[in-house]
T-cell receptor, first 114, second 116 residues
């Protein structure tokens, strides 16, 4: 089954403790991205990757890191989480960055930083 | 910069009645428009897209959307709502200018509640 898999689904952590949210897709998609979803703000893009070893900042990259060492994986790293990073996070992938292509989303990771 | 506006945070409709979820957009060049739906505790699911051609686009689960270039709108519609349509709906636009401008930009979402 074609899917985007995120782990963990839920995470509670303390301020400053490094964490990684994993994302994996099995569709051989070139393009992957991370979003955060906050009430009233919709989804805002954090980082995206056009292919292996090619990443770039989205609209809200501060406090986040990503890497793309393999085509299928695109982990999101919070080196020193803060309470304002409490949010619902989604990983997405699409065949390319072409304008016609729709994105496939993971089920989300609800992160709480206390 | 491209943007999407969903003017209604909440839309309530009775089961069996037609529904409309509104979306307007701003983008340089031709717009490429998408609707996604999010059910509770789930990721976003693609519903339909407008690329070019007919202004009325048909998608999954009986939904359709009408593209209106002069009003820069892309409203989501369904002739007869079901209780199971209750969910959070997002409109998104992808511009076609350069690099980062091809990203998907989402609206703030509209919570649709269909009342039995």
């Amino acid at each position: 089954e074609a899917q985007v898999t995120q782990n963990p689904r839920y995470l509670i952590t303390v301020t400053g403790k490094k964490l990684t949210v994993t994302c994996s897709q099995n569709m051989n998609h070139e393009y992957m991205s991370w979003y955060r979803q906050d009430p009233g703000l919709g989804l805002r893009q954090i980082y995206y990757s056009m292919n292996v070893e090619v990443t770039d900042k989205g609209d809200v990259p501060e406090g986040y890191k990503v890497s793309r060492k393999e085509k299928r994986n695109f982990p999101l790293i919070l080196e020193s989480p803060s309470p304002n990073q409490t949010s619902l996070y989604f990983c997405a992938s699409s065949l390319s960055m072409g304008v016609r292509t729709e994105a496939f989303f993971g089920q989300g990771t609800r992160l709480t930083v206390v | 910069a491209q943007s999407v506006a969903q003017p209604e945070d909440q839309v309530n409709v009775a089961e069996g009645n037609p529904l409309t979820v509104k979306c307007t957009y701003s983008v340089s060049g031709n717009p490429y428009l998408f609707w996604y739906v999010q059910y509770p505790n789930r990721g976003l699911q693609f519903l339909l897209k407008y690329i070019t051609g007919d202004n009325l686009v048909k998608g999954s689960y009986g939904f359709e959307a009408e593209f209106n270039k002069s009003q820069t709108s892309f409203h989501l519609k369904k002739p007869s709502a079901l209780v199971s349509d209750s969910a959070l709906y997002f409109c998104a636009v992808r511009g076609f200018t350069s690099g980062s401008a091809r990203q998907l930009t989402f609206g703030s979402g509209t919570q649709l509640t269909v009342l039995p």
